[in-house]
């Protein structure tokens, strides 16, 4: 069985237009010793493992990386029971305390003794053969069974080199090299108060300052690919602290999620959210939550989660033909096995969390449903769309008219 990690997505958009931007145990293999660096870095190196080397041959275009292989040590770690899930909170840690900067994926699978073909061979067709750093952890049972936990993350550009720990009321240099010279964007979420968002060159050197508080400050920096942002770097920095340990991991739901309880879990703790970070609430508006539930269940279906889906376009576009005046868009796209889970996974995004903490939004649309499978416990699929009116609520238009 595997069981992939949650996925995520974000962008605010105006109607119409195209969006911007988880007991008995031999041994653990890694692949290598990781020697810890005070610095959120990539680090690539030669695998030392069998399983380490026949990973980066499978995957066209892939170099190991050492922090995204302790990251994966950490969390399988942190699994007593096979069974258990790798939570949004546990990899986000597990990446931190590894010091790894890009936006890593982790998935989880068991097998008889044999490597994780199965799996290898996802990454490999999602990947499309384009450049990725990886890393891989496994653990052995006395019944021959083997836990295999595999990292993964796009190398959309290179960063230089970032303190992972910083003293109050000091700052920090951002440097990152795009080959492309795409438009970037820089987000960083204090441990409370607004996220804050800053523009980024290739090749520039970015000042960040502001650590006032003792916490830990998510960064986050999006590339604007054709309309949507793409996240090519994620990582955490600590002021007046360090990581804290990687969480035990939870075990999966014991029943199917129940879209509509999840929807309404959803709501109340995005207002819950947002008064606690001084904001007001945002009420529920059903007209585009039809929209949202189905841009959800096709993400089910085709098992992507993404704000424009091929041959099918995104809740933009079908709100734009579905009512007026147009609306003001700020979007959220989830896949996780539980709504905890899946709010939990936004909340650990800057951008994400921008869009749920948006000031000028007074309505939110949410839409749940669940990918269709039958040989485990089917992951929920959400679609948040936080949404402001400048030309007052949009009236659904009728028929005729569209």
Known sequence: MIVLLALLSCATVESGAKAPGPLASVHVRTGGAVKRLPTVAYRPEDPKSEAGKWMVSALHGSQWDGGLAAAASELIGSMRDKRRLLSPRATATASSRAGFPGAARFAKTVTDGARPVNLVNQIAQASGGKKIDVGLASRQYGDGQVLWV?????????????????????????RIE???KRSARLFVAPPDGPVEELSLSSGVARWVDGFDVPGEYRFEVLLDDEGVGTVALLFSVFADGQPPAVPAAPLPPERNPDPREAEAWLMDALNKLRVDHGLRPVQRFTLFDTLAREHSAMMGHMGVVAHRLPGYGGVTDKAANFAHPRAAHHENVAAAPTAQAAMKLVELSPAHLQNLLCEECTHVSIGATLEPVLDRIPRLFVTWELLEFPQGPPKEIDHYNR
């Open 150 to 174: 595999v990292g993964w993350a796009p190398h959309v550009v290179d960063v230089d080199p970032v303190p992972r720990t910083v003293t109050l009321d000091s700052s920090l240099t951002i």
């Open 178 to 180: 795009n080959k492309d």
